[in-house]
């Protein structure tokens, strides 16, 4: 377990993490943001960054500013591996095209979506699985990261390490990754119990969820909802999708979760998705916005407009 928590509500974590050399301006999002990369170039890229904090934070040289850059570059380059699954994922499971800069708009309705088969369908499910843990073991510094992504690229299917991710400054998302921001919704989510699931909104909340499932030491999963990026107009869900998020019973132990909350649409249609499947789920946001028509159970920042 990654935290103590206090008769008081107060709750220590007892794991270094990135954050021990993220010093920055959370109002403005940084240059760092804009960064375009072939997919195994990031995933090769963490793990040289990984294996430098990870030996400064043993040695105790934390005062570096040199590596409070490449602590930044990390932070936002992480969830490029998830990024890149998810889209490759979402693709599978809908039988959309495989294109390697290209996301597409998605029509849940459709029917004959099954194109690739069910054996790569699951193996695409499950590489997104191992995408997660692989970005999460980044933001934990985790020595083992290097020899993580060695196996994870060994599996990557033909022509997807050189697909493209793009990652453009957004000042919401940055402003909802502040650390102390995100310890405080953990503060709150671990005072009504720690949850077994998160299931955050992608792509926007895929920074702030990875480090939230390493302060609560929690499985971690990422629907596609993204409102006006992609145009999406309700969360892609899969049948896989479905059938794990039941699994963890009621969703009295779930937390569906969203960075930024600033109309609450996007949380609040996909609360409501994924309560149709375990109706017993929480809510949490980062950041809410006071003007906000929707009210997740758990907020680290009340952000007054």
Not at 9 to 16: C, F, L
Not at 50 to 73: F, I, M, N, Q, Y
Not at 85 to 105: I, K
Not at 263 to 291: C, D
Request: hydrophobic content about 45%.
């Amino acid at each position: 377990m990654p935290y103590s928590l206090s008769p008081y509500g107060v709750v220590a974590y007892t794991r270094t993490m990135i954050d021990d050399f993220l010093f920055c301006d959370w109002d403005d999002a940084p240059g760092a943001m804009d960064f375009e990369l072939m997919y195994d170039d990031a995933i090769a890229r963490c793990a040289t960054i990984v294996e430098s904090l990870a030996d400064a934070s043993g040695g105790g040289r934390r005062d570096d500013p040199r590596l409070w850059t490449k602590a930044l570059e990390l932070y936002v380059m992480a969830p490029a591996i998830v990024n890149v699954a998810l889209n490759y994922s979402v693709c599978m499971q809908f039988g959309l095209p495989l294109h390697p800069t290209e996301y597409f708009e998605i029509d849940q309705s459709a029917t004959g979506a099954d194109v690739y088969g069910a054996t790569l369908e699951d193996a695409a499910f499950a590489l997104l699985d191992n995408a997660i843990d692989l970005a999460r073991a980044a933001y934990r510094l985790d020595p083992s990261y290097a020899a993580m992504a060695r196996a994870y690229a060994a599996k990557l299917p033909t022509g997807l390490s050189r697909f493209v991710y793009t990652s453009r400054q957004d000042k919401y998302t940055w402003r909802a990754a502040e650390p102390a921001k995100i310890r405080a919704l953990a503060s709150s989510v671990l005072r009504a119990g720690a949850p077994s699931l998160l299931v955050g909104a992608a792509h926007g909340s895929i920074m702030a969820g990875l480090f939230l499932a390493e302060l609560l030491g929690s499985d971690l999963w990422f629907l596609r909802f993204s409102m006006f990026k992609r145009h999406d107009t309700a969360p892609v869900v899969s049948p896989r999708d479905e059938a794990k998020i039941r699994s963890y019973g009621d969703g009295s132990k779930v937390l569906v979760f969203d960075e930024d909350s600033a109309s609450g649409t996007t949380l609040s249609i996909l609360s409501e998705r994924v309560k149709a499947i375990v109706p017993m789920a929480r809510t949490g946001a980062v950041i809410r916005h006071q003007s906000s028509s929707f009210r997740p159970d758990h907020v680290g920042r009340t952000w007054w407009d």
